[in-house]
C-alpha cells in the first residue's frame, strides 16, 4: 500500500534562505508526482508535476527532483519570500484514478 | 482561466438537512474527483468519475451521493447532513495523459 510522508510538518526560515521540502513514499512504482501549494482558506494550485521518466522539473524559483528508486522527492525554493508562505502538499499515482496525499508541510517565511 | 468552480464555497446545515455541492471544470477532462479534506487526516476521496455516466466509490462514499451529470458537470450530495461530515470539500479534474490535477477553491461546510 502506498503511503507519502513529509517531513517536517511545520517549517520556519527568514526571507532569502533557499530550502527544501522532502516527500518521500513507499511503493516506487508511480506514474507521476505533483507538488502543491495551498494557502489558508483555498484550494490545492498545482506547482511542479514530474512524470515517472523525469528527474526534475523547474517553474522560476521552483525545482523538483524525483528518486523513484530512493522513493524521495525534493521540492527546492531559491531566494524564499514571505509570499512563499503556505502548506505544501506533494500527491503521487501509479496511473490508476487514485492519488496518495501527503500531509503537508506548513511553510512560514519571516520578513 | 475558470479552471474547476465549486458551489457553494460556504454552508451551514442543520443535521438531517440535505444539500448538493456543484462542480464543473472547462478544460475538457474525462475524470473528475470528489475529496474531503480535514485536520491531520489530509486529502480523503469521496468518489471518483471516470467519464460521463460513471461513478465510483472512494475511500469514504458512505453518506454521499454523486451524479456526473455531463462531461463538464460533478455534484456531491449530502442526503441527511451529520456533524462528521463537517469539512472542507474539494472537486478535482485530472488531464489525460499526463495525470495533473487540477482543484476548485473548496466549500466549507459546517453541520450543526
Known amino acids: 500500500k502506498q503511503e507519502v510522508t513529509q517531513i517536517p510538518a511545520a517549517l520556519s526560515v527568514p526571507e532569502g534562505e533557499n530550502l527544501v521540502l522532502n516527500c518521500s513514499f513507499t511503493?516506487?512504482?508511480?506514474?507521476?508526482l505533483q507538488w502543491f501549494r495551498q494557502d489558508p482558506g483555498k484550494g490545492l494550485t498545482s506547482l511542479l508535476l514530474?512524470?515517472?521518466?523525469?528527474r526534475e522539473q523547474t517553474s522560476g524559483r521552483l525545482n523538483a527532483s524525483l528518486d523513484k528508486s530512493s522513493g524521495r522527492s525534493t521540492l527546492y525554493i531559491a531566494a524564499s519570500q514571505p509570499g512563499d508562505s503556505a502548506t505544501y502538499l506533494c500527491?503521487?499515482?501509479?496511473?490508476?484514478?487514485?492519488?496518495?496525499f501527503g500531509t503537508g508541510t506548513r511553510l512560514k517565511v519571516l520578513a | 482561466n475558470a479552471g474547476v468552480t465549486q458551489t457553494p464555497k460556504f454552508q451551514v446545515l442543520k443535521t438531517g438537512q440535505s444539500m448538493t455541492l456543484q462542480c464543473a471544470q472547462d478544460?475538457?477532462?474525462?475524470?473528475m474527483y470528489w475529496y474531503r479534506q480535514d485536520p491531520g487526516m489530509g486529502l480523503r476521496l469521496i468518489y471518483y468519475?471516470?467519464?460521463?455516466?460513471?461513478?465510483d466509490k472512494g475511500e469514504v462514499p458512505n453518506g454521499y451521493n454523486v451524479s456526473r451529470l455531463n462531461k463538464r458537470e460533478f455534484s456531491l450530495r449530502l442526503e441527511s447532513a451529520a456533524p462528521s461530515q463537517t469539512s472542507v470539500y474539494f472537486c478535482?479534474?485530472?488531464?489525460?495523459?499526463?495525470?495533473?490535477?487540477?482543484f476548485g477553491e473548496g466549500s466549507r461546510l459546517t453541520v450543526l
Open positions: 478535482a479534474s485530472r488531464r489525460y495523459g499526463t495525470g495533473e490535477l487540477f
Open positions: 511503493d516506487s512504482a508511480i506514474y507521476n
Open positions: 514530474i512524470q515517472s521518466s523525469q
Open positions: 500527491a503521487v499515482t501509479s496511473g490508476t484514478y487514485k492519488y496518495i
Open positions: 478544460m475538457n477532462h474525462n475524470s
Open positions: 468519475s471516470a467519464s460521463e455516466g460513471t461513478t
